[in-house]
């Protein structure tokens, strides 16, 4: 499964951008981070064939996960952002149903990784 991510930039905390992860579709997708010095974090995820989702705690409330299954593509919306959402941010693509528990251990392929940058 090749997945290509794009939607990363700056903006200040409070903005809103998007995410979008094109794909051939996998069980399961979904969207982790990596911030700066940190180990990579989970933080949503989607059922490609009905829709059930997942977030991390920290982004519940500002973060909405979906997929558009006609045109292949995933999204992350991700609304109030904060200085701590900056990072890199990978999509994800699951042979089974893990990651919307949040692990990545039956994560097969994941997207290049997209910058994002809020500042404050």
């Known amino acids: 499964v090749q997945l290509q991510a794009s939607g990363g930039g700056s903006v200040q905390a409070g903005g809103s951008l998007r995410l979008s992860c094109t794909t051939s579709?996998?069980?399961?997708m979904g969207w982790f981070r990596r911030p700066p010095g940190k180990e990579r974090e989970f933080v949503a995820a989607?059922?490609?064939?009905?829709?059930?989702?997942y977030y991390a705690d920290s982004v519940k409330g500002r973060f909405t996960i979906s997929r558009d299954k006609d045109k292949n593509t995933m999204y992350l919306q991700m609304n109030s952002l904060k200085p701590e959402d900056t990072g890199v941010y990978y999509c994800?693509?699951?042979?089974?149903?893990?990651?919307?528990?949040?692990?990545?251990?039956?994560?097969?392929?994941w997207g290049q990784g997209t910058l994002v940058t809020v500042s404050s």
């Open positions: 994800a693509a699951d042979r089974s149903n893990n990651i919307l528990y949040g692990t990545d251990w039956s994560v097969d392929s």
């Open positions: 579709g996998r069980t399961s």
């Open positions: 989607v059922s490609w064939n009905f829709g059930d989702t």
